[in-house]
C-alpha cells in the first residue's frame, strides 16, 4: 500500500516539473513577425489557450507541498503513538519526499520573484 502512495506522490511532482518544462519551453520559443504569420500558425494559437494558466499551476503546486507535508506530519504522529502499520523507513521518506518538495517550491518562487525584479527594473 504504501508503494502505491510514494508512486503517486512522485507523479504529482514530476506532472508540476512537466509543465513547468513545458511553461519555459513555450517562453523561449522565438515569437514570429505579425505578418509571417499564416492561417495554420493561427489555429495552433488557440490550442495555447487550452493550457493551463500559470497561477493555476502554481496553486497546483502549494497544493500538492502541502499535501506532502501533511502526509509527512500524520506519518510522524502515527509513528510516535506506535501504530504498527508505519515503519520509521517510511517516516523518514514521507519527510524527505515533503522536504526536497517544498524546496523545489521555494526555488520556484525565488525565480518568480527575480523575474518580477528584473520587469519593474527595466528601463521604459
Do not use: H, W
Request: glycine residues 4%.
Amino acid at each position: 500500500m504504501s508503494g502505491v502512495s510514494s508512486v503517486a506522490g512522485r507523479s504529482d511532482i514530476a506532472q508540476v516539473l512537466a509543465d513547468m518544462r513545458n511553461l519555459r519551453a513555450q517562453i523561449q520559443r522565438p515569437e514570429l513577425p505579425a505578418n509571417e504569420l499564416a492561417p495554420a500558425k493561427v489555429a495552433e494559437t488557440k490550442t495555447v489557450s487550452e493550457t493551463p494558466k500559470f497561477g493555476d499551476l502554481l496553486t497546483n503546486a502549494v497544493n500538492s507541498v502541502n499535501a506532502e507535508q501533511m502526509k509527512s506530519s500524520s506519518m510522524a504522529k502515527a509513528y510516535e503513538q506506535g501504530d504498527p502499520s508505519v515503519s520509521l523507513t517510511q517516516v523518514m521518506i514521507q519527510s524527505q519526499k515533503s522536504s526536497v518538495a517544498f524546496e523545489a517550491l521555494t526555488q520556484v518562487r525565488n525565480k518568480v520573484v527575480k523575474a518580477y525584479e528584473d520587469v519593474m527594473n527595466m528601463p521604459v
